[in-house]
């Protein structure tokens, strides 16, 4: 096979870093950090009540915590000036929500998750980080960690416990305005080796770990409209560096005659949450925070997934790519790629919905197209069907950002005579 090399994607200043809880772009070396506390008999500073923390969260409630202290957040430990203890407990100085070390010390990169609202977000999101933990963390040789105890109690509570365990399908996600919620964090770190005849001052090179920040949201379609909750969104838009668009094709009028037997169709009765609407709303977005003019492509990579295929009729995609199964060998099969970008946009322009793949490559520089399904079959009553959660392609667009980010190599496979 063939090996292509990743496009760099735009850089980084080494000396920054963003919170990924805030999205407040600080210099590493005003990072600062939490004392340890009292650990055992070992002397250490009380909890107190920490206003930066409690302010984020719009409650006192479990941010009482021992101190935070201003020290050069680029070493890995500080010593408290009020108990002597040693830590390595870095947190964001506008906030004070934890920044793990392997996220401050790599270019750690955040990518946005957005859709309207019957697109299927949260399923999605319990589905993307199961697989990311078992099946294609193993095949990345990848972990995912979450950056914070938060995230590890909502998604037991909130996705895995009810999807992944009970087979309940997750509610429709109500708006932030009436339901307060914060992002889930996590830190994926992918090890890769430094190449056999590499050398450093006569040693084999140690493996490179590169990381990447995947700070998702559970929007509501709504929340991009209202006034009290658009704020924190377009920050944390306006933060990432990749945004992930999830379509439900079941909302492209067009689409209406390609539905399966038995599988209502979900129409949205607000235009302004039809698919194209949301994504135009995020765009103007982003463009009035960066400036840009209107004829200027804006530089962020969007992944746009169709999901939710396994409701379209099985002889519409028999004879595509979106019917073979991705391989698992920890790489991007480039030839499938481009293949099932170019099957996606046939099906958008045949369901007249080609406005849609126009608007895209007027205002992205870069953009694909994805099909997936989350939950690999139409669910009955509320309830996952009889096969159980089964994923198809769920990581696609995931893993075209990691390749787009230099973190995973591409390949084009030798076929017969080439």
Known sequence: MLLDKARKPGAHSRGDVTCPYCFAVVALQR???????????????????????????????????????????????????????????????????????????????????????????????????HELMNRVGTELDASLVACDDRTIERYKRDFARPLLEERRLLPTTTSAATSPREPLVYLLSRSRPAGRLSKVRGRAARDRTDSLALVLFDTAGEDLRSR????????????????????????????????????????????????????????????????????????????????????????????????????????????????????VRAMLHDWQSGKLDLYLRQQYAEYALFGLSALGGVPHDGRVGTGGVRPYRAEDPLLWLLYRFGMLDGVRPQRDGG
Not at 102 to 118: F, T
Not at 255 to 262: F, I, L, P, T, Y
Not at 264 to 283: F, G, H, K
């Open 228 to 343: 009290e909750v658009r704020d924190l969104h377009l920050r944390y838009l306006e933060a990432a560096d990749a945004i992930i668009f999830l379509v439900d094709p079941l909302e492209l009028p067009g689409a209406r005659s390609e539905v399966a037997d038995g599988t209502p169709p979900t129409m949205a009765d607000d235009p302004d949450s039809e698919p194209i609407n949301i994504i135009a709303r995020v765009t103007e977005a982003l463009r009035q925070r960066a400036g840009t003019k209107p004829g200027d492509p804006l530089k962020v990579p969007v992944a746009v997934a169709l999901t939710k295929i396994d409701a379209l009729r099985p002889e519409l995609l028999r004879q595509s790519a979106l019917h073979r199964t991705r391989g698992g060998e920890g790489v991007l099969d480039l030839d499938d790629r481009e293949a099932v970008d170019e099957q």
């Open 31 to 129: 990072v600062e950090f939490r004392c340890r506390g009292q650990v055992g008999r070992r002397p250490g500073c009380p909890p107190e009540l920490d206003q930066a923390l409690a302010d984020y969260m719009g409650s006192p409630a479990g941010a009482s915590l021992p101190p935070v202290f201003a020290a050069d957040g680029r070493k890995s430990r500080a010593e408290c000036p009020d108990c002597g203890q040693a830590t390595g407990n870095r947190v964001c100085p506008e906030c004070h929500n934890p920044l793990p070390s392997a996220y401050c010390d790599s270019p750690g990169r955040i990518v946005a998750l957005v859709g309207a609202k019957n697109a299927g977000k949260s399923t999605y999101i319990a589905v993307l980080l």
